[in-house]
């Protein structure tokens, strides 16, 4: 038996389901700065990496909201890693707060300058990724109606990474206790040790790179 359902009818479930499929996925924890100064911290769920040189990623603002209205008129922005201690002061960052309020204060969490952008990353992140911003797109349907999400892209121009997450050169994803969101109301993943396998492409893939 399958379950189908066409998503304009409804998907007849107690939750909807494409999130769960689609994940679980890495978060945009995406700091901005205000026309006015604010710095905003805000999560975002769909959001990956698309393009290795020059390397660009990209978050969905489901919403009008004041990471895209900030990116809009800077044109930057910084992308930071959430890892399993950051989870709590992530979560706080998801409040809606007035725009003159910033989310690094009621999360408790330390801004720390960037190199390129006028835009402060997370300190206490192992990782965090310095951005200009290249394309802001409304998507739409396949009828052409715009919808109310907006995909931001930005081209990484600086990165910063903890020291220790680099063994030999690699960066150690398997120990850097990355959180992924996945679906339902409330459903999160971390990644450890234990998850890593290897699986290395056939050799005339990698001569093409």
């Avoid at 919403?63 to 900030?70: A, E, I």
């Avoid at 206790?177 to 459903?187: C, K, N, Y």
Wanted: with cysteine.
């Amino acid at each position: 038996m399958t379950h189908f359902y066409e998503p304009r009818l409804g998907h007849g479930l107690k939750h909807d389901p494409f999130n769960a499929i689609v994940g679980p996925r890495p978060i945009g924890w995406v700091s901005s700065r205000g026309v006015n100064g604010v710095i905003n911290l805000a999560p975002y769920s769909f959001f990956s990496a698309f393009n290795y040189v020059p390397p660009l990623i990209g978050f969905a603002s489901i919403g009008r909201k004041d990471s895209l209205n900030n990116i809009e008129a800077t044109g930057e922005f910084v992308w930071n890693l959430v890892t399993r201690p950051l989870t709590e002061a992530m979560n706080k960052t998801c409040d809606a707060l007035p725009p003159d309020v910033s989310e690094f204060d009621v999360a408790g969490l330390t801004q720390q300058a960037s190199r390129i952008v006028n835009v402060p990353r997370v300190a206490e992140s192992p990782v965090s990724f310095e951005c200009k911003c290249t394309q802001i797109m409304q998507m739409q349907d396949i009828e052409g109606q715009k919808v109310n999400t907006w995909m931001i892209f930005g081209q990484v121009v600086g990165v910063h990474i903890d020291e220790r997450l680099l063994k030999d050169g690699i960066y150690d994803t398997a120990n850097a206790q990355h959180v992924l969101r996945g679906g339902g109301p409330a459903d999160y993943f971390d990644i450890g040790p234990e998850q890593l396998f290897k699986l290395y492409r056939p050799e005339s893939w990698q001569a093409k790179t």
